[in-house]
């Protein structure tokens, strides 16, 4: 009889707390999509500031703003840890074109970030075709003298595109590393999208160990003019190609991570991060990528106060300085927690777009894994229903061990690399209401985490002896 109070006292509590959650979702949502702050922040970062390149005036700009805001909200702390950044510029606008047959095509090209800079008069060679380095392999040093063509596609039977991009990203990486070593002239990569369009894509690239004398530039070419280029190469084996780049690479300069923190009431020693990356690449104003995982981040924060949630762990916001090309920030943020000894139990990323939230993607335990999926039903009314184990995020990689749940935001990918790394990843590509449903579906897991913690490794393998 005892047995059977106590099992019914257990389930009573469970609907109680399954009760309370479900009424503090709702008020997160609700908070969210009629008082959010996001897409005001968004809207600031992107067009008064614009694109916010690692080392450049516009990454200093985002950082007093974003330090500003978040002072803004009353936090307990807001402060900047120093970070050295790489600094590279693009120049003036890149030109490219192909003579065949007596007839000359002007193509859409942009310099790879990280890249070197033609001559001054620019880079004119035949052209060599490829879809993979095992075909560049095959031809060895023949491709000496001449142009490299990467035409590898992201696979459109994917429905995970994230899946498509990492199929070929390293043709974009490391396709000048590769062609340098066989004694190219420069590399032209097929640019990472799946549509059909005028907009190239750049990116980083790395020269890794390649003396300098063997860094050969490296650009990125629109979908529509690979499409024509390779189209051309097919009837005509003598086409030239010509392209110009003014791309420079300087020495590091200072940058900061940008921080924001609530206090823990219970467990001030337990920490919980959630970010994204402050710098973005320069064609666009990186609203996609990654403004909108920024302000996210930050109404987080934001979303927890006006809730009336008071944390029972320290939550951190923490924006990121340079994902894109060096992952400075991340790490950097990762070794002063190590040296500091900090107990870092959760860390949330936002890198995936401001597109309509799916669900999280989580690098964990089983333990926290089913922790997680018992959560599904508080989410399922916003339509959130992925969960999974997978990837989370660059920024919050470095802080991985056997005990913390690393988490990553997934919404619908679809559209995301029309916009990623473009021209066109500007402000009006994103959608107030989807953005705002992100910024509410991070809060409610953190708010989840905070309540109920994690599962820790050594407490399991206690429990299993």
Not at 237 to 258: I, M, P
Request: proline share 3%; aromatic share 10%.
């Amino acid at each position: 009889m005892k047995l059977k109070l106590i099992i019914a006292a257990l389930f009573l509590s469970v609907n109680v707390f399954a009760q309370n959650d479900k009424e503090t979702l709702k008020t997160i949502y609700s908070q969210s999509l009629t008082n959010g702050k996001a897409y005001q922040w968004l809207d600031h970062l992107s067009n008064q500031i614009g694109g916010r390149l690692s080392g450049s005036v516009n990454a200093e700009k985002a950082v007093q703003y974003t330090k500003t805001e978040l002072q803004k909200l009353g936090l307990d702390k807001v402060w900047l840890q120093e970070v050295m950044v790489p600094k590279w510029e693009r120049g003036e606008k890149e030109i490219g074109y192909f003579t065949t047959l007596g007839k000359q095509v002007n193509v859409n090209i942009c310099a790879l970030g990280g890249s070197v800079a033609t001559p001054n008069n620019g880079l004119k060679a035949k052209v060599v075709e490829v879809k993979s380095f095992e075909e560049l392999a095959k031809l060895g040093t023949s491709v000496k003298g001449k142009i490299v063509f990467f035409n590898g596609a992201m696979n459109p039977e994917l429905i995970h595109t994230f899946e498509a991009y990492g199929g070929c990203s390293k043709q974009r990486y490391a396709g000048a590393y590769e062609a340098g070593k066989l004694g190219a002239l420069g590399v032209i990569v097929r640019s990472l999208n799946l549509r059909q369009d005028n907009l190239p894509h750049t990116g980083s690239m790395g020269y890794l160990d390649l003396p300098n004398n063997q860094r050969i530039p490296s650009a990125a070419i629109s979908t529509n003019d690979a499409n024509a280029l390779s189209a051309a190469l097919k009837t005509d084996k003598n086409l030239e190609f010509y392209f110009k780049q003014n791309c420079k690479q300087f020495d590091d300069v200072l940058s900061y991570n940008v921080i924001g923190e609530i206090t823990g009431s219970q467990f001030p020693n337990e920490y919980m991060v959630v970010g994204g990356h402050l710098d973005s690449w320069d064609l666009g104003d990186g609203s996609h990528d990654d403004g909108a995982g920024v302000v996210q981040s930050i109404d987080v924060l934001r979303l927890l106060k006006e809730s009336g949630i008071k944390p029972k762990r320290t939550i951190r916001v923490v924006l990121f300085m340079n994902e894109e090309n060096g992952l400075r920030g991340g790490k950097k943020y990762a070794e002063e927690a190590k040296r500091k000894n900090e107990n870092h139990v959760f860390a949330l990323e936002s890198d995936s777009g401001g597109f309509t939230p799916r669900g999280f993607s989580f690098d964990c335990s089983e333990a926290n894994l089913n922790k997680v999926l018992s959560w599904e039903p508080l989410f399922k009314p916003y339509l959130i229903h992925y969960f999974e184990k997978g990837y989370s995020g660059a920024d919050i990689g470095p802080l991985k061990n056997d005990n913390i749940v690393l988490a990553g935001l997934r919404p619908d990918s679809q559209r995301y690399f029309d916009h990623h790394h473009a021209a066109n990843d500007t402000f009006d590509a994103v959608n107030k209401r989807e953005l705002e449903l992100g910024a509410a579906t991070m809060t409610s897991l953190i708010y989840l985490f905070d309540k109920y913690g994690t599962s820790n490794i050594s407490d399991i393998k206690e429990i299993k002896n």
